[in-house]
């Protein structure tokens, strides 16, 4: 276990001490890359609160997420989340009625088609043009990133159902709505999932890129601001922490995931 | 030997429970028609056992899905309970090769479906549930999935899932196939049990010359292509069945010269078609 450990940490640790001792002694610029002591040093700046606690504050709490990193991560967790259930809000029971029946399929597809290969990244103007600035243009490009991925593995997934299942089924008596929701609803489950966990990633990055131009909050706005100042190290630090929202996004969906498909074959309970 | 045994259902007195007459299947396929079976006449007695025997390609299974109302026949008719066949229902329950249980139930809840789908009130259904997995030996298994299951024990929940059914006739598709030899016997005895108790009529679809002597009151041997009766063997041997007694031992050279012949002619066809591609 402890070697274990040593393993997986003695290479990234390795090259923080090089990357440390090379900006230490000046053979690289700071400005450019900054040594990773000085990173932390920054990061901890960026998340501490903005003043020091007094009783005009709403508690300690609030205090203690005054500052300017949580109140970025609140701003881009909200919009990701508002994105993401307008995108799969919509993307899902348009799936479900595409996957079922041939008539919708026939009717949306070549729309679909002609429009999913656009990324989202290219409505910028657009989402400026008709939604202006703020957070509106943001959840427009999050809830088209999340939308494509998600309809696509519905519709797969429902169309895809194993025929084994639907003969059981029809055998045991059921059809029609029953059919659906309780066998061909669960039999897709699995792609379902797949297609909303692509989703939200592509919406992450949707999100970034959106505050990047359209907002004046959130991390994706903060890095970019920080380089305006050439602060490098608050840069690597939003970087850093735009990295483990995205961790901490992607474990919760895989939780959620192990749960809802506890019955599935590939999955090991742990 | 003499195909023996004075007409074994004449035993049963009422009606038949499933009527085969003159059917008949093909599939289009481009501009040739593949004949699949070819004017099938077989009537079931209630509480009959048949198995239905013959090698791979002789569309023994599409004569069941025929009867399952899978796939309906192009000619001739098939009469289920007195009732012409024309869709898939719950009064004729299905066991398939592949155990078909929904992964996403556990094993009550695969033995409970049919019986919520009949609208059953929730107490009568825990009661015929909990009674069917005692039955079968399933009770400590009763929440777990099926991807946590042997293949005897998935099979075993697909029975108790078509018994949950009450139907009176019971169709399996090589039911036993994918199993080992030793859980195959266990379970061929546990389903001659069930088939005593439970009064069911039973069409068996298998390519097991010994299980087929095992199991059936009747074998319905098959031709190849185009599938249709090549004979009716009664068996008239009292269960339980001993393979190795001299009339099973017999019956079973009988019959292993029938689908002989017709496994032959499978082979002769697959190389035809191989010297084509």
């Not at chain 2, 009550?108 to 009130?121: Q, R």
């Not at chain 2, 009176?168 to 030899?181: K, Q, S, T, Y």
């Not at chain 2, 059936?216 to 004979?231: F, H, I, N, Q, W």
């Amino acid at each position: 276990m402890a070697k274990q450990l040593l393993h997986a940490t003695v290479l990234p640790f390795g090259l923080l001490l090089i990357w440390e001792l090379l900006t230490r002694s000046r053979l690289i610029n700071p400005q450019i890359l900054p040594a990773p002591s000085q990173v932390v040093l920054r990061w901890i700046d960026y998340a501490k609160p903005l003043a020091p606690y007094r009783e005009a504050h709403l508690g300690p709490v609030a205090w203690l997420f005054s500052g300017e990193l949580p109140l970025d991560l609140f701003a881009t967790s909200y919009r990701v989340v508002v994105g993401f259930l307008i995108g799969a809000g919509l993307a899902l029971p348009l799936g479900l009625l595409m996957g079922a029946s041939d008539a919708v399929y026939k009717l949306c597809n070549s729309l679909v088609q002609i429009l999913r290969p656009i990324p989202p990244i290219a409505y910028i103007p657009l989402a400026i043009l008709w939604f202006g600035l703020g957070n509106p243009p943001a959840f427009f490009l999050i809830a088209l990133g999340v939308f494509f991925p998600v309809l696509m593995n519905t519709i797969s997934g429902v169309r895809h159902v194993d025929s084994i299942y639907l003969r059981a089924a029809r055998n045991l008596g059921a059809g029609g709505a029953t059919l659906f929701l309780r066998v061909i609803l669960p039999a897709a489950l699995p792609q379902i999932l797949t297609g909303l966990r692509v989703g939200i990633g592509v919406g992450f990055i949707c999100v970034i890129v959106a505050e990047m131009i359209a907002v004046n909050s959130g991390l994706g706005f903060r890095i970019l601001e920080a380089r305006e100042f050439f602060w490098s190290d608050k840069i690597i630090a939003g970087m850093l922490t735009i990295g483990l929202l995205g961790l901490g996004i992607d474990t919760a969906m895989n939780r959620l995931n192990n749960h809802l498909l506890r019955w599935h074959r590939g999955l090991e309970s742990k | 030997m003499e195909a023996c045994h004075p007409a074994a259902a004449g035993a049963y007195e009422e009606l038949p429970r499933v009527q085969i007459a003159g059917v008949g299947k093909s599939f289009r396929s481009g501009a040739a028609e593949l004949v699949a079976l070819k004017e099938i006449d077989l009537e079931i007695g209630s509480g009959e056992f048949i198995c239905i025997l013959g090698p791979s390609g002789c569309g023994k299974s599409t004569l069941l899905n025929a009867v399952a109302g899978f796939s309906l026949p192009t000619s001739g008719r098939i009469l289920a309970n007195g009732r012409e066949v024309s869709s898939p229902g719950p009064d004729r329950g299905m066991v398939f090769q592949e155990y078909a249980l929904f992964p996403w139930m556990t094993v009550a809840g695969n033995v409970a479906f049919g019986l919520e789908l009949k609208k059953l009130p929730k107490r009568q259904i825990a009661e015929r549930v909990d009674a069917l997995l005692e039955k079968l030996g399933l009770n400590e298994f009763r929440d777990r999935f099926p991807k946590d299951l042997s293949g005897g024990m998935k099979q075993r929940v697909a029975i108790a899932r078509v018994l949950a059914l009450d139907s009176p006739i019971m169709l399996m598709d090589e039911p036993f196939g994918a199993l080992d030899a030793l859980t195959r016997r266990t379970l061929q005895d546990e389903l001659l049990r069930i088939w005593v108790e439970f009064k069911k009529t039973v069409l068996f679809v298998t390519h097991s010359i010994q299980e087929s002597i095992y199991l059936a009151d009747r074998v319905v041997v098959m031709t190849y292509r185009p599938g249709s009766v090549k004979r009716i063997v009664p068996v008239p041997i009292p269960h339980p069945r001993d393979i190795n007694s001299p009339q099973f031992v017999a019956l079973q050279k009988e019959l292993t010269q029938m689908v002989m012949e017709e496994q032959e002619r499978f082979q002769k066809d697959e190389l035809g078609s191989a010297a084509c591609d």
